[in-house]
């Protein structure tokens, strides 16, 4: 109940740009290949997302502050969203909607490949995303949820093959996911819990 403008806030911020990028499609502001920029801005989009979505257990172990837990379940929704239509403007607009072209490409293009596989992980979390199935999968429901490394990897690895020869954003977006990743380790968890204590029982004890 005390985080529902926090909730409403994300809600906003995430459905604001792909409204925004179809109203440019609708209208021809998108350029000669409107399909393509959606396909990569919701490709992107979604990896943001899911980058967001992993920082969300480092900031709460930082600040002790429940708003970060609080809209997380919904933030992987969002990147869950995004990945969808991702995949649905690539099915629309790069194989016009034609089965033999997915499929040509899925055994064809190994980058095909990897977003395939990473939608699908994707798919089984935001199905399991509810309270029903972590009653129901009990302890194996955190097992199953780390999923989302090996899932952050393989998108990674398709947008390294996508991107090709602009490697710069890419390497940025990689650094911060290996950084979250290493933020995973119960060494570096547990450095920001004591660097947390510290700052909220002597903030001048830090300084930024």
């Known amino acids: 109940m005390r985080y529902r403008l926090w909730r409403l806030g994300v809600f906003l911020a995430a459905s604001v740009p792909p409204l925004y990028w179809l109203y440019r499609a609708v209208f021809s502001l ?31 172990q930082l600040t002790r502050w429940g708003g ?22 690539y099915v629309l607009f790069i194989a016009g909607l034609r089965l033999d072209l997915v499929l040509r490409d899925l055994s064809e293009r190994p ?41 952050l990897l393989l998108a990674l690895l398709h947008m390294l093959w996508v991107v090709r020869a602009d490697l710069g954003g890419w390497l940025a977006y990689a650094l911060i996911g290996g950084g979250l990743l290493l933020m995973r380790l119960s060494a570096v968890a547990g450095a920001l819990q004591r660097v947390g204590v510290l700052f909220r029982e002597n903030p001048k004890k830090i300084e930024i």
């Not at 309270?131 to 899932?151: D, N, P, Q, T």
């Open 68 to 89: 970060w837990i609080a809209v997380r379940r919904q933030l992987g929704l969002w990147c869950f969203a995004y990945a969808a239509l991702h995949l649905s403007c």
């Open 111 to 151: 980058y095909i490949i990897v977003g395939a596989l990473a939608f699908v992980g994707l798919l089984v979390l935001a199905v399991t995303s509810n309270r029903f199935s972590i009653r129901k999968l009990g302890c194996k429901w955190k097992a199953l949820h780390r999923l989302v490394y090996a899932i």
């Open 30 to 60: 998108l350029g000669p290949d409107p399909g393509k920029v959606l396909v990569d801005n919701l490709g992107l989009g979604a990896l943001i997302l899911l980058l967001i979505t992993l920082g969300m257990t480092p900031l709460q």
